[in-house]
């Protein structure tokens, strides 16, 4: 069913004011200078229709002085949208100040029209958007100085034309009306100022948790390998471990350090990437020859648990991504398929493309995973789990693979059956470039 005509209208026109309000914003702007930017936005933008509107009837009434101020007013307001965009924000703030005060000095000084009481709303707008006291101070003196001059001047004017008492009304209420909703405004904006310290808070003590439980986990994974190895080395030295025993405790060392060396690869990259220093530098390149170079790393793994690899990876499949990075989830997802499948089992390896996507998806015949776990999988409420043979993980692979599959502009998603085995499915954008065979 199409939209209707008038509801497009309306959205569009929703739209373009939402914009209007936003210029000068961008992402990396500080929370309260955002919020100041959108109220001097929201003060200038319906007061350049309604000071044209006004000089329009001051001009037709014979009032021509005060229709030049209502579009100097309009000029003003106009320079301030300008200068937001141009992001000078300290000067957009002091010329609507200043040239406000002088404007609605002139105006109600000859014409007591009631602009007093827009000097009280330029009074308030000072208050909130300044920091600096002495600023504030100068200012507010010299808008109360204005203001007196405006109720109490030191000689009476009497306009020609004087402005109709309906129009003296309605900018009083105008003005009032002002003062009401820059307050409401800015009490909203404490508001969510105050919600979004909470919620950083939060998460940051969320983030303390994780990484505490994280290093208990890795510092568990080192102290074993390495206290077996310092053990081993001593009782060696000291003649009380034979040379054929060592050489079979060597092999158990090995396969346990190499396991140590991928947790704190993975730790490392885990904690460059939190400290903002691992960013995706994507590039196209063969699928193929990285597939080879990974598989070569788990050999000895692969050929201990007899396990068959099933490769299905045409030599001309290419991705548009981090190459590092995805050596990483490669790694990670073949580690885990070896480590949590069955001795004798069958590790299926296929890669295919789909709409622009790269699909890898890595499957095992093992242990698989409780519903319970899945949903936790890709965070540290995932408590690490042990292969078929004992080995240990941190739990930080998926994380890391994870992550590093939505810097690409991928995805990660898993399919699993507690004792039916474990799918793991990558997708990463298509990339071109020439073939290679893994043959």
Known sequence: MSEHPFNR???????????????GIHPGMPFIEARRTKLLNLLAVPWIPMMLMFALINILQGRYPLSVINVLNAAGSLTVLFLHKRQLYLSARLLLIIYSIILYTLSGFFYHNG???FLMNILIITILVYDNKWIVISLSALIIACMIIILFPPYKWEPELPVPDRRLWGNVVCALTFIILALTYYKQVHADYQQEKENQRQALAAMNRDKEKLFSIIAHDIRGPLATLELLLDMFQKGEYGETDMREAAIELHKKVGQLGGTLDNLLRWSAGQMKGIRAQPENFNLAPLTAEVLQFFESGIEEKRLTIDIKLADSIAVYADKDQVAVILRNLLSNAIKFSHPGGKIYFSVNSASGMIHIQVTDEGIGIPPEKLNQLFSFQAKPGYGTSGERGSGLG???CHEFAIQNGGHLQVKSMNGSGSTFIVQLPEGRIKGFSLS
């Open 9 to 23: 209208v309306q959205k569009t026109i929703t739209n373009n004011f939402s914009q209007i309000l936003n210029i």
């Open 115 to 117: 602009t007093e009481f």
């Open 398 to 400: 998926l994380m890391l």
